[in-house]
């Protein structure tokens, strides 16, 4: 922990009524073209009577938020307003929907209640307005709250899937119109976003609002990185569009002769998912081979798209050569968001890789609009849904009593948002499970006692450790023994929520019963000494010994961990004894964390003003990130050890940000320049003599910053340095690459995080 002047800037005051200024007859125009739009959208939809009580929910909602504005200064029916049209005329949902995105922040905001609602619209829109009330203070609050909101929205889903479409529909509008949102607010919304609607989005099937949600994100968490990859794909669009007719030309001609009706065009990737495939193989943006894909889409009958979409693959691959690797066969094997197509990767023109997706009309609008989508043709089909096994699976967990709220989301991420693989029993039953899962996963899968008494199983045959990771087409036999039981390591070994619970329950019963001789141990002392052994006692020796609950003293005596020796010194009079303390950390006090105490203690984290420059604060600077001065960072409260720095972009700020929103201090540099921090430097360049020394002259001769180490690696040519090196501050940190840049020979520099 270094101490040290970092800056809390007051926060940017931003003016209540920016660009914003129409008049109320204007207002009233705007408000009624927003409302048009929605009926248009509506109409093949509507049945009698539907538009008279949409148009009773509109004025219901108008009337209701009459005297609201948005932070934009726009009045705030127009976010009602826009959030049923994503409903209607992006997810596909229908005029019941419609209604309840009307009317989804009323019962919160207004004085409208559940029962105005019941009596105007009846059951089925209350128990989606409901729902949508329940989970509409996501943001804003401490972390396990917001577990416990995010296991809400799964009941609510489980309930009624609608209510999390047009939740997400409502985030994608709060996104859309972040603008106008104070930066903290802005970074906060936007991790949630990336942690929890990005995901639900893509296991929904609704890949364009997913794409669209993780780009309006990065838009706000990396704004540079952002404006940069747009700027390049705008200057680059040109070249593309010639390059995607040119590889389309034959394709389009052979399809014309084979009759079919179809769509061909060239799909620019999302720019998130852009940088992701960057940071992930840390290449340039040039390198980056896959910027767009091609699409084409058939209008064949039910019966026949199957065969027409590998027909076209054909004619496709008669014309390029494909990486067989490559080829993604989601029509005999739909992914379990109900996704089908066909993906393969051809050898296009000038020896580029591109790749191509194929699907009918049916499965691009299924693609498109998710569930929705899903369930309009899956009136009249007798093929079991797989939403509808999802949706089985997360009711199995949150039915599981006392599952802790934040393990649960944790666990949800990795076992419900993350993609299938399918494996087989012995007789040939397909089970689905999460990639990354273990033998371990697929034993507790079939049942829990199955899981607990696993020793090993045999993955096509052979014998493998329970630890063992499948892949998709495994088929797998459980070799049980009756004197097996889960170890704490289990956990370890496994991703599926439920292989979790029944582990940790296991675990629970058995250190219970370790713990039922540590109690009668305890019980008998505190008789011999006059005190009473009840519920209350039991509670202050827990936190007197630091245990986290009576169950985990009772064990730790038990296995003989715990000296019962200092009882004595713990005075037991009936009076000095205080009420149990709560079991939650709770973050000390120290006079120099009196800043970032504040944030703590006030709900609302983004209307605290840290005091002047002045402020010393003691921090340190995250060990997963690395800021270094003039980084784009945050303050992060760390229970007991103040503030810690991480920056931005750190791989870590979304969880932070998302779970423990409050416990985020904005926080800026001051200039300084007696500290140094250290940085790697990453330097690929041709290997020519001189070269070494015209980089260290640069760097210690010209530019007087200090070498930590270096080490250069040589072959075919090139060389590879990696330098690191003591800067004050990110602007010097940029001169010195700007200039190593510009050396002759220099192919690439970057900068990496140091190991400590
Ligand atoms: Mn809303």
Redesign the pocket.
């Known amino acids: 922990m270094r101490k040290f002047t970092l800056q809390l800037t007051t926060m940017d005051t931003v003016s209540a009524l920016p660009r914003y200024n129409l008049n109320e007859e204007q207002e009233k125009k705007l408000i009624l073209r927003e409302y048009r739009a929605l009926l248009r959208g509506l109409k093949p939809k509507l049945k009698p009577g539907d538009k008279e009580l949409v148009r009773m929910a509109f004025e219901m909602s108008a009337e209701a938020h009459k005297t609201m504005r948005r932070k934009s200064g726009e009045p705030y029916i127009l976010?009602p307003l826009a959030?049923s049209r994503i409903c209607v005329e992006e997810v596909g949902l229908g005029v019941r929907s419609s209604i309840c995105a009307l009317l989804?922040?009323t019962v919160e905001d207004t004085d409208i209640t559940l029962e105005d609602i019941e009596r105007e619209f009846g059951n089925e829109i209350t128990r989606i307005v409901d729902g949508l009330t329940k989970i509409s203070n996501v943001i804003d609050v401490n972390g396990s709250q917001q577990a416990e909101n995010f296991k809400k929205i799964l009941l609510t889903l489980t309930d009624d899937p609608r209510v999390i479409l047009i939740k997400l529909a409502?985030r994608l509008h709060?996104m859309r119109t972040l603008d106008s949102m104070k930066r903290e607010k802005q970074l906060k919304i936007s991790s949630e976003t990336v942690y929890v609607y990005g995901p639900l989005a893509h296991r929904m099937g609704l890949y364009n609002i997913k794409t669209e949600l993780e780009d309006l994100a990065m838009k706000y968490m990396e704004p540079d990185a952002y404006k940069e990859i747009a700027r390049k794909l705008a200057e680059t669009k040109r070249e593309r569009t010639r390059y995607i007719n040119e590889f389309i030309k034959p394709i389009k001609e052979k399809l014309d002769k084979g009759q079919f009706e179809f769509e061909i065009y060239g799909r620019p990737k999302s720019i998130h998912s852009i940088w992701n495939k960057m940071k992930k193989k840390s290449v340039a943006f040039e390198e980056v081979y896959d910027l767009f894909a091609i699409r084409v889409i058939l209008n064949s009958p039910t019966e026949r798209e199957k065969e027409d979409c590998w027909k076209v693959y054909s004619f496709i691959t008669d014309e390029y050569t494909p990486a067989p690797e490559r080829l993604r066969d989601w029509l005999s094997n739909p992914k379990s968001n109900g996704y089908e197509a066909l993906h393969t990767t051809v050898m296009g023109p000038q020896g580029k890789w591109v790749e191509v997706q194929i699907r009918t009309k049916r499965m691009n609008e299924i693609a498109e609009k998710g569930l929705a989508a899903h369930w309009k043709y899956k009136e009249g089909t007798s093929d079991e849904s797989r939403f509808d096994k999802w949706f089985q699976q997360i009711r199995e967990v949150l039915n599981t009593p006392d599952s802790d709220s934040i393990d649960f989301l944790q666990d949800f991420k990795t076992s419900f948002l993350a993609e299938e693989i399918y494996v087989y029993t012995p007789k040939g039953d397909v089970k689905m499970l999460p990639v990354g899962s273990s033998a371990l996963d697929f034993a507790f899968s079939i049942h829990s006692m199955v899981g607990s008494q696993c020793i090993g199983a045999k993955v096509n045959h052979k014998l493998v450790p329970i630890s063992h990771k499948l892949r998709s087409g495994d088929q797998v036999e459980i070799i049980t023994s009756s004197k097996q039981k889960p170890s704490e390591d289990w956990l370890n070994l496994v991703v599926t929520a439920k292989a979790k619970t029944k582990i940790k329950d296991a675990l629970k019963e058995e250190k219970r019963k370790v713990a039922d001789e540590g109690k009668y141990i305890l019980q008998r002392k505190l008789e011999g000494m006059g005190a009473a052994f009840n519920q209350h006692n039991a509670d202050i020796l827990a936190v007197f010994y630091k245990m986290a609950s009576p169950l985990d003293l009772y064990y730790q005596i038990s296995i003989k961990n715990i000296d019962l020796k200092e009882l004595k010194e713990f005075h037991l009079s009936g009076d000095k004894l205080e009420p149990p303390k709560p079991i939650r950390p709770v973050i000390e006090h120290k006079p120099h964390e009196s800043a970032a105490q504040t944030a703590i203690n006030k709900k609302d984290a983004e209307l605290i003003i840290f005091g002047e420059s002045s402020d010393r604060i003691v921090y340190n600077l995250a060990n997963c990130c690395k800021p270094i001065p003039g980084d784009d960072v945050f303050g992060f409260v760390t229970t007991g050890k103040g503030l810690t720095i991480h920056r931005t972009n750190c791989p870590n700020a979304a969880k932070l940000m998302s779970q423990y929103g409050h416990r985020v201090v904005k926080t800026k540099w001051a200039k300084n320049k007696e500290i140094s921090f250290l940085t790697g430097l990453k330097i690929v360049g041709l290997d020519d003599v001189g070269v070494i020394h015209k980089i260290t002259n640069l760097i210690s001769g010209e530019m007087r910053i200090n070498i930590n180490a270096m080490t250069i690696e040589a072959g075919e040519g090139l060389f590879h340095g990696n330098i690191r090196v003591y800067v004050h501050d990110k602007e010097e940190l940029e001169k010195l690459l700007d200039r190593l840049k510009k050396l002759p020979g220099i192919e690439t520099v970057d900068r990496y995080d140091t190991e400590a």
């Open positions: 976010h959030v989804h922040d409502d709060n």
